[in-house]
């Protein structure tokens, strides 16, 4: 069963044309995290939340927002996406203490027109 | 830059064999990860290691860690051409305090097991 849902798998939208990615979870945890990873790369964490707490990366460009209206959906809206966007966006989530796991979904695939 | 460094960057072997990807990292941390990436998908958790570990088994993954070196290695023995696929090490080296980890991802092994 799948616990961390991204939709859609595949986004493809126009140069600065806004776009917004979901998530949704049900293993009801406190964290949820967002990546982006670009081809043969690794995945760079963009924000997380822990509950309602939003923590931005320091690098995150301003062009990229999230929100978490409860604990089980997560979105990542890109205002005006560039062409240096396009990227798999992944998002995880893990439990609180000190030793947990991230759980991820099977990402969406972002493509810049 | 937390940053982990893997090595080799690229590994192809027969199947049977046994695999070994390395990982260096430049800070202290509290946990160290492997995740498993196959083509086009999310990343799969395989294995934690504490800083107070040196070593864990899972199954045929065996992973080491030696924090004066600053570094891990993942063996995966007998390996099958199911186990393809880009092998990332992450490091969780959280503030004071905090109660969940951020992850700093490797690089990155493109693992290729042919049958």
């Known amino acids: 069963d799948a616990m961390v849902i991204q939709n859609p798998r595949y986004q493809v939208t126009q140069f600065g044309k806004p776009v917004t990615l979901s998530c949704s979870q049900t293993?009801?945890?406190?964290?949820m995290y967002w990546y982006q990873q670009k081809s043969s790369q690794a995945p760079k964490l963009l924000f997380h939340y822990y509950d309602k707490d939003f923590n931005n990366e320091a690098d995150t460009p301003d062009n990229f927002q999230s929100r978490r209206p409860n604990t089980s959906f997560c979105f990542l809206d890109i205002r005006s996406p560039g062409l240096g966007d396009a990227a798999m966006y992944l998002c995880?989530?893990?439990?609180?203490?000190?030793?947990?796991?991230?759980?991820f979904g099977d990402g969406t695939r972002l493509s810049i027109l | 830059s937390q940053q982990g460094e893997e090595d080799p960057q690229a590994l192809s072997i027969q199947e049977g064999e046994n695999a070994t990807m390395n990982c260096s990292y430049k800070?202290?941390?509290?946990?160290l990860q492997w995740y498993r990436q196959n083509s086009g998908r999310g990343l799969v958790h395989l294995i934690l290691i504490r800083s107070n570990e040196r070593e864990k088994h899972s199954g045929r993954l065996r992973v080491t860690l030696d924090t004066s070196k600053k570094s891990s290695s993942l063996l995966i023995t007998a390996s099958r051409a199911a186990d393809t696929a880009s092998y990332f090490c992450?490091?969780?080296?959280?503030?004071?305090?905090?109660?969940?980890?951020?992850?700093?991802f490797g690089q990155g092994t493109i693992l290729t097991v042919h049958p």
């Open positions: 995880a989530t893990s439990g609180p203490g000190p030793y947990q796991p991230q759980h």
């Open positions: 293993l009801n945890h406190n964290v």
């Open positions: 992450a490091t969780d080296a959280r503030a004071g305090g905090t109660s969940y980890g951020k992850l700093t």
């Open positions: 800070t202290s941390i509290n946990n």
